[in-house]
Structure formats: C-alpha cells, structure tokens
C-alpha cells in the first residue's frame, strides 16, 4: 500500500470493524460459491490503493505492479536468484482461468506466464489472497528451465473444461529456443494429479510453431468425458494443433486465415506502439447446436477479421497425411473490427466477449446477429485498466452462473522496455455475466431473424463452405 493515505486507511478499518471474526469466517464459506467470495477483499483494495477503482462493469479481483512468488524456502529461492531462474519484475502474466470448488473455503485462480527469456521461476500458477503466487502443481514442476522435458517449460494459456480437468499446453521453447518438444498435459482438479500428457511430435508442429491457446470440445455423455479434443492456436507456425484425447493423437491443420496481415502489424495502446507479426491467437467455440456440430471461432492477432470453421472439418484426421485445409473449408466475415484484439470467449448463449486494443476495453457480440461493428457493444472500456486483454474466459460458477473473467497487461510496455514497477501493470477482472448482459443490446434476441445463435450460420454446402445469411442478404 501507497503510505499517506491515512483516511483510505481508516475506511477499509471501519469497513472490516463491522464483522465479528465469526462472521467473516461465514463471508469467506458462502463466497466460494464465486466471484462474490473476491468481493470484499476487492472492495478494500479499492479504498486503499489509488486508481484501483475503475469506472467499468468489471470489478478488479487482483492487480500487481510485479509479480510476487511463493518459494518452497528461503534457500530456494536465493538459489533461483543466483542462477537467473528468478529475475524480480520479469514474470508477465498472460492467462487467467478459475477453479470454484464444492466445499472449499476459497475459489482457486491460476494464471499462465510464459518464458519469453530468463527469470521466470515459475510458467503456471495460483494466486493467493495476498496477490502471491505459487507454482502449480508444485514447484518440482517448474524448477527444470527447459533441463527436464518432464516439467512445464513455457505456459501461454490454459483451459478448465466441464469435468474439472486444467488442460494445460506446454510450448517447450523459452524465447525463441525449442528446448523441449511441445507437450499436452491435464491435471485432475480434484486431487491435482496428471491424468493425461501427449508429447507432441513432427510433423504435427515444425520449427517456428509456437502453441499458445487450447479450447476444449467436450461431447459428454453422461460422467463420461473421454469424447475430447482440444484446438490449440499455432501463433507463428499460422495454423491448428488437434489433439484427439481419445485416441492419443495430434495433427496439423493450415489455412491462410491464420496467418497474419502485414497492414494489421503495428500495435497502438495507451500512446505507445510496438510492431508484432503473430497469426491466429485468440479462439472461441460455440455452444453445441442442432447436428451435434460446433463452431471455432478465431483470429490471427495481427488483424481486425474474424474467422469460423465448423469443428467436425478440424477433427478430421486426415490432416494427418495432408495439414492444408481445404481453401472454403474456413470462411471470414465481410466485416471487421475497428482494431486488434487477443483473446476472445463464447457464453453458453452464443454472445461473443472479446478485447480491443483502442480505446482498451472488452465488447461483446451476439453470434445471431450480423457480424458488424453497429453490432458490437461495450461491456467495459477503460484507458488505464483494460489495457491488452490477453486472457479471457468464461466460467461457471458452483450456482450454475456464468462469470467472465479477464486479465489485463501493460503488454506495450512489455515490448517497449518501459516496464516500470511505480504503476500497476497486470490485472485480473471479474463480473458474473448476468450483471454484464442486464441492459447490453447483446442479450436482446434479434427481431427480424429465426432465433438461436447460430442464425447467421444457415447452411453447408458439401464442399463444406459456410453461407452467411443476414435477412434477405448472403454473405458468401
């Protein structure tokens, strides 16, 4: 805390002086349950640090100037300090995801943070009540730095799906250096152990691959979960990874919808720019719908498009011999976004939630509607807290509530060099989507088409190309 803030102080004094010990302990079981249980402590954070509160429908959860880290001991760390495992104020912060238990007196948030270079101790992780880190699922995991394939080398993302599984993709590189082959690996939530790894092998990647976003399509059968597949964004190898769970097999899939576009390169946040070339990023899938079939939902980050493809061409396991997909195999909508975004998330409606880097902020769309900017509506925009939302997900909560939660970074600084630790540079947002959707246009059913979300989607043809229809009109 910033000293000489003595009334903000007093505040937060008075506001705790309210409950008994007891009574707290009460607060502490019922907010597990969900966001709610982060409420309090967020509120008091609020008081008593300057410039926490923002005016947006996202309540700020946790923020960091720099990470902090818990070590298994003293000794521990000071060795990671002596060997560059640890470097104080490098450790950036990509992904968020959310874990609320049955039972558990508190709700578990793991953040992803990848190896770009040295000093970082840890690549996955959960965060405490006092914004402190530790490595999950323990340390031994992460203290290898690309010695010990049977770690985790270098975590973008990660994924909880519906059978408490923490679907985890491991790129194998730190910076640009393949020291490890790339491997899939899900842990059991309940016990914290691994269930599952795939080491992924060529030709399924190739030299520049660099996998950083899994989704996961669970067709459940009643407990059994063992239909799976995960769709991994191959960010600078500009394609898929497909895993098929099942089968303990991956392949390669390309499309040039997934490379980048040379005019989208330049990047503008907060005043400062930066120029990176990076291909398909952030991935949404879509609810089932009639035919058993879903939507991928995705876009390169260097571009303002949006890209679908029905998942049932992506689990083909013919890209096994051949990963070039089929040119209409993959379709782009006619309109675009003002500009970039990273992530992106899909509720269980069909509402598309998804950051833009000017003015930075979240917006949302509603997939039975046109895909078209006088369609896109805000959800929260802030110049300082929502700068570069590189983490975005969608998770349930034990009341059955959906909740959107959202990590936020000074990545422009990251990429500049002007990283400073006097300001906060990583936040995580939370708000259950009820809340979010109460007055947005997104929630209201379009009135001149055929209700459910996937109006827009109308047809197929057999070559598989996906007409878009939008009342009288086709977008082919």
């Not at 949302?364 to 110049?383: D, G, I, L, P, Y």
Request: proline share 5%; glycine share 6%.
């Amino acid at each position: 805390m910033i000293p000489g803030n003595g009334q903000q102080y007093r505040l937060c004094e008075q506001l705790l002086s309210r409950y008994d010990p007891l009574t707290l302990q009460i607060y502490k079981w019922e907010m597990a349950h969900g966001i709610e249980r982060f409420f309090l402590l967020s509120y008091c954070l609020a008081c008593c640090w300057p410039g926490l509160v923002a005016r947006s429908q996202l309540r700020v959860v946790r923020q960091w100037a720099e990470l902090d880290f818990v070590f298994p001991s003293e000794e521990t760390k000071s060795l990671a300090i002596q060997k560059r495992y640890y470097v104080p104020g490098n450790s950036v912060p990509i992904d968020v995801d959310v874990q609320h238990r049955q039972g558990a007196t508190r709700s578990r948030i793991f953040v992803a943070i990848p190896r770009f270079d040295e000093g970082r101790p840890m690549t996955l992780g959960t965060v405490d009540d006092q914004g402190r880190i530790s490595a999950y699922p323990d340390y031994s995991w992460h203290d290898n730095q690309g010695f010990n394939c049977n770690g985790m080398t270098s975590v973008f993302r990660v994924a909880i799906d519906e059978c408490n599984r923490l679907w985890v993709m491991d790129t194998g590189k730190i910076g640009e250096k393949q020291v490890c082959p790339p491997q899939v690996l899900a842990f059991d939530l309940t016990t914290d152990q691994l269930i599952y790894r795939h080491i992924v092998k060529e030709p399924s990647y190739i030299p520049s691959s660099l996998f950083i976003t899994p989704v996961v399509d669970v067709r459940r059968n009643g407990d059994d979960c063992s239909d799976t597949f995960l769709y991994v964004a191959d960010v600078s190898g500009f394609g898929f990874l497909v895993v098929d769970v099942a089968n303990d097999r991956t392949w390669r899939v390309t499309h040039r919808l997934t490379f980048p576009f040379p005019s989208r390169g330049t990047f503008t946040i907060d005043g400062e720019s930066f120029d990176l070339m990076d291909g398909v990023l952030g991935m949404a899938l879509s609810p089932l719908h009639a035919g058993n079939d879903r939507y991928l939902y995705f876009h390169a980050l260097a571009s303002t498009t949006e890209n679908v493809v029905r998942t049932s061409i992506l689990r083909n396991s013919s890209f096994i011999h051949d990963p070039n997909a089929q040119p209409q195999s993959m379709n782009v909508f006619a309109e675009e976004r003002p500009n970039q975004s990273a992530a992106e998330a899909m509720d269980r409606n069909g509402i598309l939630y998804f950051g833009l880097m000017d003015p930075p902020s979240i917006w949302c769309w509603n997939s039975a509607t046109e895909f078209a900017q006088r369609n896109f509506h805000k959800v929260a925009v802030n110049q300082e807290t929502l700068q570069f939302a590189g983490g975005l997900k969608i998770v349930n909560n034990l009341k059955g509530e959906q909740e959107l939660w959202v990590l936020t970074s000074s990545f422009q600084r990251v990429m500049t060099g002007s990283l400073s630790s006097n300001r906060v540079n990583y936040r995580i947002h939370a708000e259950k989507i009820s809340i979010l959707m109460q007055n947005s246009p997104c929630a209201v059913p379009p009135k001149d088409q055929n209700h459910g979300h996937y109006a827009n989607l109308i047809s197929m043809n057999d070559d598989s190309h996906i007409e878009f229809r939008y009342g009288a009109v086709s977008y082919l």
